[in-house]
């Protein structure tokens, strides 16, 4: 047996904090996740780098910010000069190639100017459902372990909840879609639909999740809220059509797409268990960014937002037999990559901008691992701690807003008036011109 570790990461795609029964959510049922959070380390404080898929996926797999690169939205052709030649040449998956690693990916890629291919990875699998589980999990029981083996497996849901506003307010014809996006239609389509047997009333009575706390929109709420819901009609036509009723369908839908990837997952952990090798393993689950799941009137993503930026991360360790939650603030996108590599004993290069959180899981260690992290967006940037968190969007009215996340959790009102937070704030505002003043010209011109 090699002394390092296989490594397993799993991501889904839009996946919010909330979004697992272990996390305390009684209308999602997580069981196989929950499981692995019981021998693992859930760090219940995990920020994305920036609450969109194609940025979110390039922080992941490179450990820099998505604007290092002059990225900043999904549409990374119009606003990028490509990939830096020394990121590509330290893609990951080579890294740990030239360590004696056997790396494979499957699913959905979304990566900027690259794939998992040219990072270094054999792609086993196209598809990002069911039989992407099934191909990981026979792949599992076939290996025959003379190398360590790095994979990543990367679930499209509950991302296909995007479809279901989409279909209502879009003059969507089925028929010119291709096979990938209409089983993508009917699956929001048909995870909106009532259990039988149960009536509307005794539905909406006991299994639909109620409406979030944080529903109805700020009264100050910053007026780039409202350019990013123009941009996309049918954001705004949802925000302004959707009755209380069917935003709670689209929380229940958002809550069944969760349940039905914990079961694509748990059938990759099945495998894993029963090849011998989980004591052997490194397990990481995370997902790309949230969901807004009916709060402040909004679905999807892109805004900075806890819902959309705030994302579950679990990670197990070689050999580890119990679990904990740790509650420093981390960031996925920086973070995971300069872990997984700690434990691969492979050398990060100096552009990376993460911290390992190997100390955090083998030894539970409680030092601080970061003040304060930045999130960027399409159109603001943000800034969080433990406690606090700023935000600066680009223009608009109220481009500017502060939550103490201890007494407005919901991000229900601005507090950037109170006087005192004034010195907390200009910390933050410090933050921000760093990180944004701070990136080297390799990166940037």
Not at 50 to 72: E, H, K, M, Q, W
Not at 362 to 374: A, E, L, N, Q, Y
Request: with cysteine; aromatic share 10%.
């Amino acid at each position: 047996m090699s002394k390092k570790p296989n490594i397993l990461w799993i991501m889904t795609d839009q996946q919010s904090f909330n979004m697992l029964s272990c996390a305390g959510n009684k209308y999602v049922h997580t069981p196989n996740l929950d499981k692995l959070a019981e021998q693992a380390v859930r760090f219940q404080n995990t920020y994305c780098t920036n609450p969109v898929c194609l940025p979110s996926r390039f922080s992941l797999f490179t450990g820099l910010y998505p604007a290092d690169v002059g990225i900043r939205s999904n549409d990374c052709h119009n606003e990028s000069k490509g990939i830096p030649k020394i990121v590509r040449d330290n893609g990951i998956g080579n890294l740990f190639k030239e360590q004696g690693y056997k790396t494979v990916y499957g699913g959905k890629e979304h990566l900027p100017f690259m794939s998992a291919r040219d990072l270094g990875f054999e792609y086993l699998c196209e598809d990002e459902r069911s039989i992407l589980s099934e191909t990981f999990a026979g792949y599992i029981r076939e290996y025959d372990w003379e190398k360590p083996l790095f994979m990543v497996a990367s679930f499209i849901n509950p991302h296909d909840i995007c479809l279901m506003a989409i279909r209502d307010f879009e003059n969507i014809d089925m028929e010119k879609q291709s096979l990938y996006w209409r089983q993508a239609f009917e699956e929001a389509e048909d995870a909106q639909k009532i259990p039988k047997g149960m009536s509307e009333e005794e539905f909406f009575h006991t299994i639909c999740p109620p409406l979030p706390e944080n529903y109805e929109p700020s009264p100050d709420e910053p007026e780039a809220i409202d350019i990013l819901q123009t941009d996309r009609i049918f954001k705004k036509r949802a925000r302004e059509n959707y009755s209380d009723r069917r935003w709670r369908i689209h929380r229940w839908a958002y809550a069944v797409l969760t349940n039905r990837v914990d079961a694509q997952i748990g059938k990759v952990l099945d495998a894993l268990k029963e090849s011998g090798k989980w004591d052997d393993t490194l397990i990481v689950f995370t997902s790309d960014h949230g969901d807004m799941d009916a709060s402040h009137k909004m679905e999807h993503k892109e805004v900075l937002y806890q819902e959309a930026c705030h994302v579950p991360l679990i990670i197990k360790g070689p050999g580890q037999k119990s679990g904990w939650v740790n509650e420093q603030i981390v960031s996925n996108g920086l973070d995971i990559i300069r872990t997984v590599m700690d434990y691969g004993e492979i050398a990060a290069p100096d552009y990376m901008r993460g911290k390992s959180l190997r100390d955090a899981v083998d030894h539970g260690s409680v030092d601080k691992i970061h003040d304060i992290i930045v999130i960027e967006c399409e159109n603001g940037i943000g800034a969080v701690s433990d406690r606090y968190k700023y935000v600066l969007y680009d223009k608009g009215s109220q481009r500017e807003q502060f939550y103490d996340l201890a007494v407005n959790p919901g991000e229900m009102y601005n507090q950037i008036g109170e006087g005192c937070y004034a010195q907390t704030v200009e910390m933050f505002r410090k933050a921000i011109n760093d990180h944004t003043h701070g990136r080297t010209e390799l990166f940037i011109g």
